[in-house]
């Protein structure tokens, strides 16, 4: 590729890293056989990730001489720690399964033939609950990753607020009380 090549490829890529992170709902990523460099960058720019026993992930682009472009430097501190990010973006290494999911990298670890139907099950799961406060528990949650315990008690009080007050809430506990599935009007 020439450089102009690799510059409208990143402004695609930059694009489709960004509105994965900026989607208003959880994400799922099932991940089964290699995800590396892009793959693993699209990998954290999801809420959950179940992967297949036999996955392998990593940042290898130092190897090729490149830094990762789809959030890696960014993303990996914030859901594993500044020490296992650098080894893993320093080195290039790839790392199975079974130690991602050490590392906090993978969230579940499931038999290879699984991992599509058991990362289906936990979107659905997810989509069962209200989406109002889904919606809102999720926006809490990614905002207060980078402020401090207090503003992120703000965050949350917001979230709270939207969810209590919504129609949600009141077919929520409707549902409870009646002992039957919700309807939720957020839908």
């Known amino acids: 590729m ?36 892009g793959g693993m960058e699209l990998m954290l720019c999801c809420d959950l990730v179940v992967a297949a026993e036999d996955a392998v992930v990593g940042v290898p682009e130092v190897t090729l001489g490149i ?29 199975p399964a079974t130690e991602a999911e050490r590392l906090g990298l993978v969230d579940r670890l499931v038999p290879a033939d699984d991992v599509r139907a058991q990362a ?38 917001s979230a709270w607020r939207a969810a209590v007050f919504s129609d949600d809430r009141a077919e929520g506990v409707a549902a409870f009380v009646e002992r039957r599935p919700a309807q939720w009007p957020g839908h």
């Open 67 to 95: 830094v990762p472009g789809g959030g890696a430097t960014q993303l990996l501190a914030k859901r594993i720690g500044y020490g296992k990010a650098a080894d893993l973006l320093f080195t290039g290494r790839k790392v």
């Open 2 to 37: 020439r450089d102009r090549d690799f510059m409208a490829q990143r402004l695609v890529f930059r694009r489709m890293f960004d509105a994965v992170r900026e989607l208003p709902v959880p994400t799922v990523a099932a991940v089964r056989g290699w995800a590396l460099g």
């Open 120 to 157: 289906l099950e936990l979107a659905e799961r997810i989509a069962a609950n209200s989406p109002v406060a889904v919606r809102n528990a999720r926006n809490a949650l990614r905002r207060s990753l980078d402020v401090d315990l207090a503003a992120g008690l703000d965050i949350e009080d």
